[in-house]
């Protein structure tokens, strides 16, 4: 996803290395430069304002030009700043709460929701031995619950068995009694998309929230879409609360930039990443490991 950033970003970072002494003009101009690359990705442009700012501004300091290495001090600077408009530290899942912990999955259609809502409950069945519930509230495509219970079947995640004619509200309330009753430790609510943000999803969303009181409340945004992910993210956060993101198809050659803005823009941290179809195909997301790559 980040090839072709990655590319310019060393590019410019190896000139300034190569140079032995460095003035600040060489920094600004560099910048200028990063500047260019960061806003070719996509990453959104206040973000990228802030970080040349503050790259600038820590690089100029005397005791990084005077130094024996200016330019590998600067690729540090780089790296740092990277690092934490990234969010700093991985966010994994929070599952300190009471159990059943409810985590209510949110996003457009085909964004990846029901395929990640298994991929976290294999995880969590597999990884961390826990008894994992499934439910889809999607009752506006009738494919869509069953798509879950197919995906159950095959990781071996028990779904809530669908009743027809129910509310999603109804059915978040069935899934977490049948998860108390049955001693479930997590409930995954895959819950219906559109293939735009509309005020009865929005509505329908805050009376899942308010009635499951999930203790996740995760975005799933596709990374390809650039922008209008950030902007989703924004949109969903600000009507019906999220806890976190999941940016899938991180697998796909985007420009990646839109990944980069998710956190500064949001403030709102990127837990996993989607890394292909198969159910397996999910990663934490690590600030760090994402700048080593983007500088190679
Ligand atoms: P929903 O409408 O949001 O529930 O979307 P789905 O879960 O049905 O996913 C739509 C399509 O995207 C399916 O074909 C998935 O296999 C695919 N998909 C989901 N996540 C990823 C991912 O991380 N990478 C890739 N390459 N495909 C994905």
Same mark, same amino acid.
Do not use: C
């Given at each position: 996803m980040f090839e072709s950033l990655s590319d310019r970003l060393s590019g410019?970072?190896?000139?300034?290395?190569?140079?032995?002494? &460095?003035? @600040?003009?060489?920094? +600004? *101009? %560099?910048?200028?430069?990063?500047?260019?690359?960061?806003?070719?990705?996509?990453?959104?442009?206040?973000?990228?304002?802030?970080?040349?700012?503050k790259v600038r501004n820590r690089a100029v300091g005397h005791e990084v030009l005077k130094s024996i290495t200016p330019g590998q001090q600067v690729v540090k600077i780089?790296?740092?700043? &990277?690092? @934490?408009?990234?969010? +700093? *530290? %991985?966010k994994p899942i929070d599952l300190d709460a009471p159990a059943p912990v409810c985590i209510m999955m949110v996003g457009l259609q085909g964004s990846g929701k029901t395929t990640t809502t298994a991929k976290i409950a294999r995880r969590l069945a597999t990884r961390d031995?826990?008894?994992?519930?499934?439910?889809?509230?999607?009752?506006?495509r009738p494919a869509a619950q069953e798509q879950l219970k197919v995906l159950g079947e095959q990781n071996e995640i028990e779904t809530l068995p669908i009743i027809a004619g129910?509310?999603?509200?109804?059915?978040?309330?069935?899934?977490?009694?049948?998860?108390?009753?049955?001693?479930?430790?997590v409930v995954v609510l895959d819950t219906a998309g559109r293939t735009h943000i509309d005020e009865p999803l929005m509505v329908e969303m805050a009376e899942i929230r308010q009635s499951a009181n999930p203790h996740e409340i995760l975005l799933v945004a596709d990374a390809l879409t650039g922008q209008d992910?950030?902007?989703?993210?924004?949109?969903?956060?600000?009507r019906v609360g999220i806890t976190?993101?999941?940016?899938?198809?991180?697998?796909?050659?985007?420009?990646?930039?839109?990944?980069?803005?998710?956190?500064?823009?949001?403030g709102k941290p990127i837990k996993l990443i989607g890394t292909g179809e198969k159910a397996d195909a999910l990663e934490d997301f690590h600030p760090s490991r994402i700048a080593d790559r983007i500088l190679g």
């Open positions: 410019i970072l190896d000139k300034l290395t190569k140079r032995g002494a &460095l003035s @600040e003009a060489d920094v +600004s *101009e %560099a910048m200028r430069e990063v500047r260019r690359a960061l806003i070719e990705a996509d990453v959104a442009l206040p973000v990228v304002r802030s970080f040349t700012d780089v790296h740092d700043q &990277l690092v @934490e408009m990234l969010g +700093s *530290e %991985a031995k826990l008894k994992v519930l499934m439910a889809s509230l999607d009752t506006r129910q509310s999603p509200v109804q059915i978040a309330n069935r899934a977490m009694t049948a998860a108390r009753l049955g001693g479930f430790d992910a950030v902007n989703l993210a924004t949109a969903f956060d600000e976190g993101i999941v940016l899938t198809r991180m697998d796909g050659d985007g420009r990646g930039g839109a990944a980069l803005s998710m956190r500064a823009v949001t």
